[in-house]
DNA sequence: ACGATTATTGCGTTCTT
DNA sequence: AAGAAAACAATAATCGT
């Protein structure tokens, strides 16, 4: 059942749009796609951007389950590494074997190579998936948010990424690289509570995700988080459409670069409350945004500066 | 509760080996 | 190229009003 579950896909009409044109439209050199983006060999130019769209992906793995024959192996595997190996050329007694059974012997080895790594992949994969999918129902993403995830997963394992890190830290960063890539405003901290590893290990799965794969990933802006805040303090759609002004205006200024998203934001909710006479304290917006009063003071100082 | 001052943490850079 | 370390900025803590 978790395992229907895990291969379940969307499929819906945004899957083939990639009808990547094959010379750059600036320099006409040779373009190549990768998991994210079609670039030009020459010149660099973005030529066309999926937006985490692995969609070709899902078709050639499908492709593999179909060539794949014979038995079920999923649950037949559990060798554990300790994995029976064919020789070539001699049989148990060292004496030398026909052309025919050698060429069988080459065939059944090749399968059942071939056979064992797709067990192990598998595995990973399920494994993943499923953490994936917790972490996301955890943080009640949506449908389409949570399958990005997936998909950069998969990325991540087509990509050999998974080597000396945990499955769940890949997970983890999957789910995170998914929420940075639309504009979601949880912090790598809040998604890596979420899985049973050490943030560090998150970072650095993030990381190499990031770098490996190149994703689209814009960072946490004050602006995208004063919602937040704004609905976990009940706030009047009036202060909150303030405090969101004020953060933009502040990054369009440039001065919330390098800050705490949340910490900003918390002094833009606040500044906000002042301007309609008293709504919060500076304390109250300090800890549901999970900063400090200090933070809050240091970040109205600049908002007022950026007012003069 | 707010403001000012000091302490701590974190992080990108730079210097070594 | 990888690791250590000095330097800086942001945040936290503490005290005073």
Redesign the pocket.
């Known amino acids: 059942m978790a395992t229907r579950d895990i291969y379940e896909t969307n499929f819906d009409e945004d899957v083939q749009t990639n009808s990547s044109p094959n010379l750059c439209p600036e320099c006409d050199g040779r373009v190549t796609t990768n998991s994210v983006e079609t670039i030009c060999e020459d010149c660099g130019l973005v030529v066309d951007e999926q937006q985490i769209d692995h969609g070709p992906e899902w078709r050639t793995h499908d492709q593999d389950q179909r060539k794949r024959t014979g038995a079920p192996l999923t649950a037949a595997r559990h060798d554990r590494g300790l994995s029976t190996e064919i020789s070539h050329g001699k049989d148990a007694n060292g004496n030398e074997l026909s052309g025919q059974k050698r060429q069988r012997l080459s065939r059944m080895r090749r399968e059942q190579i071939r056979g064992r790594f797709q067990s192990k992949a598998e595995r990973n994969l399920a494994h993943g998936l499923g953490d994936v999918r917790r972490i996301a129902s955890v943080l009640e993403l949506s449908d389409s948010v949570r399958d990005q995830a997936c998909q950069l997963f998969r990325s991540a394992q087509n990509e050999d990424l998974l080597r000396g890190r945990s499955i769940e830290a890949i997970a983890a960063a999957s789910v995170y690289g998914a929420c940075r890539c639309n504009g979601f405003s949880w912090l790598l901290g809040e998604v890596s509570e979420m899985s049973r590893v050490g943030e560090s290990r998150v970072t650095n799965a993030y990381k190499t995700l990031n770098e490996e794969l190149g994703l689209p990933a814009q960072p946490v802006s004050p602006s995208m988080f004063v919602p937040r805040l704004a609905s976990d303090l009940e706030c009047p759609d009036e202060i909150r459409q303030r405090a969101r002004a004020l953060a933009e205006q502040a990054e369009e200024r440039g001065v919330t670069?390098?800050?705490?998203p949340a910490?900003?934001a918390a002094a833009c909710l606040y500044k906000a409350g002042q301007e309609q006479g008293?709504w919060v304290?500076?304390?109250d917006v300090a800890e549901t945004g999970?900063?400090?009063?200090?933070?809050v003071?240091?970040?109205?100082?600049t908002l007022d500066e950026l007012a003069v």
Do not use: D
Not at 257 to 260: C, F
Not at 290 to 295: A, D, F, M, R, S
Not at 297 to 301: A, D, G, I, L, S
């Open positions: 670069t390098g800050v705490h910490g900003f008293k304290t500076q304390s999970n900063v400090t009063p200090t933070t003071r240091t970040h109205h100082e």
